[in-house]
């Protein structure tokens, strides 16, 4: 019945190293060897998505920065859209360290990752064997970047909610998109992107619509993907403002017992 999938990457498809299992890469080859079409839609720029893409060792289309991105399985970009200036300039000169000063705003301008802090030991910490680091620049060099998506990081998820309702109150909720992608990020990017609007215009290409896919996710960026398609399941390990919203999707095993791939074994007996 169904054709294709559509999965988040962090805390769906990849373990809870951020890295490919080996039963989730072989999942995913036997998946496509059927002929079942197969999608990668993360809040990660393309760099970040083909890292994943190519630990999987397969060429697949990717939808990137929740929506805002996509490309072709060859790395084509097929759209792009960024954040509206008058809207990114008001986000920008929000004082946002008077709300936890130890949050950081990082950013996504193309194919480039950029943040203001030297924070190389922070995203060391997050992640050992990493082998990308945001570029520092300055506070005013930041400013005149035209961002998908930026993000701003922080330990305390109350601090960031209270930005959250700051950025709502200065620019306006219909202006602009906010979401957790999880406790710890809260992320800005375009009003009229989400990943299931990027994924429709995947699937049209190769002549499938939404009904025909099956989703998976654990953000909040995930619950058009997860409600829109033909079948959206979420992780066990999903933020809970996912799950909140969720009242009549199946939750499976998380991402680090393989949930994602478990499930896909199941549906297309694989």
Known sequence: MFKAVVTDLDGTLL???HKVSEFTRKTVK?????????YIATGRNYLGAKEAMDELDVQVPLITSHGSVAFDENGNEIFSNKLKREYLDKVLNIDYKSFGKDIIITGYAGPNWFVTENLREYFYNKKPDRTRYPQQITSEEFKKQDFTKIFFLGEDHDELLELENE?????????????FANEGSLEVFPADCNKA???EVLLERDGLTLKDAVSFGDGLNDYDLITQTGLGFAMENSIYL???KLTDTEIIASNANDGMAKKVREIFDL
């Open 15 to 17: 373990n809870g190293e």
């Open 30 to 38: 036997l998946l496509l060897k059927k002929g079942i079409k197969f």
């Open 167 to 179: 950025i709502k109150r200065v620019i306006g909720e219909e202006n602009i998109s906010l979401l």
């Open 197 to 199: 609007k990027a994924a």
């Open 242 to 244: 996912l799950l909140e």
